[in-house]
Nanobody, 122 residues
Framework: QVQLVESGGGLVQAGGSLRLSCAAS????????MRWYRQAPGTQRELVAS???????NYAESVKGRFTISRDNAKNTVYLEMNSLKYEDTAVYYC????????????????WGQGTQVTVSS
């Protein structure tokens, strides 16, 4: 079993900052790409940022220059540093990762965390 557990969400005023963390645990052989998605009420889940094992990153246009994704491969953890937060960043943020498990090292499996709420007050 593999689990992704997010933490760090909360309520913040516009212009403020939050740092999200997502730790992967369980039966893990290795982790490839890790991502952060978000979903606001009544909208589709959208990709916010992604990072490869080597550290290459991509961001949604709406968060470029404000959010930074990073990872600690030794801790199987991905982070999302969010600065200059806006009301429209309010959403549930989900961690996502492509993982090889020891019982099948030839096929990547995709896992999701349970989500953490980020609320930005205007």
């Amino acid at each position: 079993q593999v689990q992704l557990v997010e933490s760090g969400g909360g309520l913040v005023q516009a212009g403020g900052s939050l740092r999200l963390s997502c730790a992967a645990s369980g039966s893990i052989f290795s982790i490839n790409a890790m991502r952060w998605y978000r979903q606001a009420p009544g909208t589709q889940r959208e990709l916010v940022a992604s990072i490869t094992t080597g550290g290459s990153t991509n961001y949604a246009e709406s968060v470029k220059g404000r959010f930074t994704i990073s990872r600690d491969n030794a801790k199987n953890t991905v982070y999302l540093e969010m600065n200059s937060l806006k009301y429209e960043d309010t959403a549930v943020y989900y961690c996502n990762a492509d993982i090889f498990v020891p019982t099948d090292t030839r096929r990547l499996k995709n896992y999701w965390g349970q989500g953490t709420q980020v609320t930005v007050s205007s």
